[in-house]
């Protein structure tokens, strides 16, 4: 049985009345802020909104369950991030028995200029900076979404920001 008011929905859990956000607040809060850290981890708009809306539709049908994690959104990422990751296995398995070259998509402006900077990271600096800076999420949070730990998430951050510290100097030089 499901009360809704508001942002919030009321849910039977244990026997117990509970008050969670509704799906379609949480939804409205969040969208954006994770197609764009997709985006700018995948460097694919197209595999990005595809893979967060993969993922926002299987938190909708577990809403319930999803809501009352520590964290929906990290869950949600983790779904979206996996789905991106299989998505790109599958092109880059096409690719190579068709043997064909993919040109990277344009992508919106905003955008470009960051992943000018970023598209020189490691695929796991890319995924742990933009779920740090974009996505705003604490380190534990994001060695949970990527099956890492947290000391693996600390220095990939480190060596990161080492990395894009050395090509702001370099652009800053020219």
């Not at 969040?30 to 938190?59: F, I, K, P, Y």
């Not at 905003?110 to 900076?129: D, F, K, M, Y």
């Not at 999420?137 to 998430?153: D, F, H, K, Y």
């Amino acid at each position: 049985m499901n009360i809704v008011s508001g942002t919030l929905v009321g849910v039977v859990q244990k026997g117990d009345l509970v008050f969670v956000e509704s799906f379609e607040a949480w939804y409205d809060r969040e969208h954006d802020r994770m197609v764009a850290t997709l985006l700018l981890t995948t460097g694919n708009l197209d595999l990005a909104a595809e893979s967060v809306d993969e993922a926002c539709s299987r938190a909708l049908e577990r809403w319930s369950r999803v809501v009352a994690m520590e964290s929906p959104t990290g869950w949600v990422y983790r779904v979206a991030l996996n789905h991106a990751r299989r998505i790109a296995r599958r092109k880059s398995i096409e690719e190579r028995l068709t043997r064909k070259l993919v040109a990277m998509p344009d992508l919106p402006a905003s955008a470009s200029e960051i992943w000018e900077l970023v598209r020189g990271l490691s695929i796991r600096q890319r995924q742990v900076i933009m779920l740090r800076h974009v996505a705003d999420l604490p380190e534990g949070q994001i060695a949970r979404i990527l099956g890492i730990s947290r000391g693996t998430v600390s220095s990939t951050l480190h060596d990161a920001h080492q990395r894009l510290g050395r090509l702001l100097g370099d652009e800053n030089e020219s």
